[in-house]
């Protein structure tokens, strides 16, 4: 499963495939969490956390724990 974090980047890439503006709302962090809970009852074993530019995430440390303590592989 792939999760958009956050529409944020700190580049301007012509060829960019987010169709987004870069200001759109992201989801906190316990919602976030329901998402990576429901995502490895459906059976998904793997979360790549993704955007925008993921990093600029402050939740992205806390999001991989949770995702590998719940079992799932990261990326």
């Known amino acids: 499963m792939d999760l958009a974090l956050t529409y944020g980047c700190n580049?301007?890439?012509?060829?960019?495939?987010?169709?987004?503006p870069r200001d759109t709302p992201?989801?906190?962090?316990?919602?976030?969490?329901q998402?990576?809970?429901r995502c490895w009852a459906a059976g998904?074993?793997?979360?790549?956390?993704?955007?925008?530019?993921?990093?600029?995430?402050?939740?992205?440390r806390e999001l991989i724990e949770h995702a590998e303590d719940v079992g799932?592989?990261?990326g």
Do not use: Q
């Open 44 to 60: 998904i074993p793997h979360i790549t956390f993704t955007g925008g530019e993921a990093t600029l995430s402050p939740h992205l």
């Open 35 to 37: 998402v990576i809970d």
């Open 11 to 20: 580049d301007n890439c012509g060829h960019c495939y987010v169709a987004r």
């Open 72 to 74: 799932m592989v990261t």
């Open 26 to 33: 992201s989801l906190g962090l316990s919602e976030w969490k």
